[in-house]
């Protein structure tokens, strides 16, 4: 029995003898099947010939990556708190040299995941920290691939985690949400996005779609609702999901400017 990992998106399964006859999250409007069509690993395997790559991204805030480039190459972070460490958003490899770092860091206390698409190994990573809750919007439940007793669905439209705050904004996927931690830039605070939004490549901007690679657009009153979630907290740094993609600074201005641009771009 083998818990499959989908090569394309990066999910893992539950255990199964055969690989998946397809991955759902895959098959969805917002990702794709490969024209070479779909193929699967499983951790072991992955980590024969990848790593995770741990890099310093300011003080208390790490980021982790696959390397090389592994589904959809998003990097997770480890993020000291006050209350512990939070892992936000997840890798599909947890290796051995990941697992001493974090042990010496203390553990984890809690996981948080934006949204399916970074559910990945989730539950690997909390096994490994002896079942540390994994909060997910219960929104985007049924996109589960490997349930878990770790998984803890919350409901509504805020979580907090010690001092941290999970924000469900919608949009992407139902249940997509951010984590504000306002412990973060000495105190201004930090907004880690996932896919919720993602940072543009000039850093000045963030955009909002249901689909990213196939360019489904957000309607005017979704872009409003996520512009309006957020703006109770305070965020000078904005960290997104791909390696580089973090505004450094203005954060709750970036946001503003950014839905208005879409809405002025999308209203006539
Ligand atoms: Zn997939
Ligand atoms: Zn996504």
């Known amino acids: 029995m083998t818990h499959f990992v989908c090569i394309t998106c990066g999910t893992q399964f539950s255990e199964s003898d055969a690989p998946p ?12 099947v490969p024209r070479s069509g779909q193929e699967w690993t499983d951790m072991a395997s992955l980590g024969q010939t990848h790593s995770v790559i741990w890099n310093k991204e300011w003080k208390g805030v790490h ?4 390397s090389p480039h592994f589904g959809i190459g998003q990097r997770a972070f480890l993020i000291e708190g ?6 936000w958003d997840c ?3 947890i290796d051995e040299a990941s697992k001493t770092r974090i042990a010496t860091m203390g553990g984890l206390s809690a996981m948080a995941i934006s949204h399916p698409h970074f559910y990945s190994s989730m539950v690997e990573w909390s096994a490994a920290g002896g079942g540390v809750p994994i909060h997910i919007h219960s929104d985007d439940g049924e996109w589960v691939q490997r349930p878990d007793a770790a998984l803890h669905p919350w409901t509504g439209a805020t979580l907090s985690i010690g001092r941290a705050t999970m924000i469900r904004c919608g949009g992407h996927f139902a249940g997509s949400c951010v984590l504000h931690c306002p412990w ?17 490549m000039d850093r000045k901007f963030v955009s909002l ?11 005017i009153e979704t ?3 996520i512009s309006e979630a957020v703006r109770p907290y305070r965020f000078e740094k904005i960290y997104g999901a791909f390696p580089g993609r973090t505004v450094e600074q203005d954060g709750n201005h970036v946001v503003e400017r950014s839905a208005q641009r879409y809405i002025k771009a999308i209203a006539s």
């Open 82 to 87: 006050p209350d512990g460490n939070i892992l």
């Open 184 to 200: 973060l830039e000495d105190g201004r605070g930090a907004l880690f996005v996932g896919d919720t939004m993602q940072v543009t």
């Open 91 to 93: 890798l599909s490899l």
């Open 223 to 225: 872009v409003t609702t």
């Open 21 to 32: 006859r397809a991955c759902p999250i895959c098959e969805d409007e917002r990702q794709f």
């Open 209 to 219: 779609m249901r689909s990213y690679p196939n360019l489904v657009p957000l309607d």
């Open 63 to 66: 980021s982790l990556q696959i």
